[in-house]
């Protein structure tokens, strides 16, 4: 198979994806998608249909079709509303200078003589975002593509399967902080449903950690904003990264941000700052959170998260 080496990040709703996919910005031995990858497609369809949204998924295709289509049907809308309606994209101060025909053109040049199965698209999809993105920061000392989707853990077995030399680094935060951080979305999830889902998400990522240890790595939230180099550490030895200062902080394209936002609800990635998001919730929503998630908080090393707040 002819495809990417790839670093795909994963995390629950409000748990440090957007912040851990801007620490590693950075990094000269990654290329980092700009936003969520958002690879799903119109072809997912599966017993998670109803707990995960279509666009953080992996993507499915039909056994018939053609390169156009197959560029299309991934949901990326993050990148596609900036390309193509700039005005309505969050991101429009950016400075993102990508031409999209440039990357259609990359994307079937990618896939020349290479057989039409999803790793090989996935890897086009990928490919074609670097080889189009004119103004991109580059080291030249590139190894891997970094995408990342919430909750794309749910779909390892695929990932690794996809991409045999390919990692997963799953991020855990606290489930308090974030429900807390949720419930500023529009339209955010119940209590009990955000909870379930964030035990699902840990529940999975510690069973594919058990499995493939050398290819899964979990960090926690908490951890990456107390000692950014310790938390960092097994995972930069399991994929044979160097350790960089540029993890220290956050950026886009390697130009530090002040603050995360608008990639994700977290502004000021800091200890103080968790435990002051917690202490948002009244003592109801804490209570319920704590009782509701109390398997997979001692696995987690959260079971005493509480009495910090």
């Given amino acids: 198979m002819d495809n990417l080496n790839l670093i795909m990040l994963s995390a629950m709703y409000e748990n440090g994806g957007n912040t851990t996919h801007r620490l590693l910005d950075g990094h000269p031995e990654l290329m980092v998608y700009p936003f969520e990858s958002q690879v799903g497609t119109p072809g997912n369809g599966d017993y998670l249909s109803s707990t995960v949204p279509t666009r953080y998924r992996w993507p499915e295709f039909s056994t018939t079709g053609d390169l156009a289509a197959d560029y299309e049907s991934f949901w990326d809308e993050e990148l596609k509303t900036l390309l193509r309606v700039p005005g309505r994209s ?13 990357r259609r053109n990359a994307f079937s040049e990618f896939m020349t003589n290479k057989p039409r199965i999803r790793g090989n698209l996935v890897s086009a999809y990928f490919y074609s975002m670097f080889k189009a993105w004119r103004n991109l920061n580059r080291s030249g000392t590139e190894r891997f593509y970094v995408g990342y989707n919430p909750v794309q853990i749910l779909d390892a077995g695929k990932i690794l399967s996809d991409f045999p030399k390919g990692h997963i680094l799953h991020v855990v935060r606290n489930p308090w902080s974030g429900y807390a951080d949720t419930k500023k979305r529009p339209f955010p999830l119940s209590l009990e449903r955000y909870v379930w889902t964030w035990n699902l998400s840990q529940l999975t990522a510690l069973n594919w950690k058990e499995r493939v240890p050398d290819r899964v790595h979990i960090v926690r939230f908490e951890d990456i904003v107390k000692d950014t180099k310790t938390a960092f550490a097994d995972f930069l030895a399991g994929t044979g990264l160097e350790w960089n200062d540029s993890l220290l902080a956050p950026s886009f394209n390697g130009v530090p941000l002040t603050e995360v936002f608008p990639w994700g609800t977290i502004r000021t990635p800091t200890t103080e700052a968790n435990i002051a998001t917690a202490n948002e919730l009244n003592a109801e929503e804490t209570q319920a959170i704590a009782v509701q998630s ?12 509480l009495k910090a707040c």
């Fill in 294 to 305: 109390a398997v997979m908080g001692r696995q987690l090393g959260y079971a005493d998260f």
């Fill in 90 to 102: 969050k991101f429009k101060d950016c400075g993102l200078d990508v031409n999209e025909d440039d």
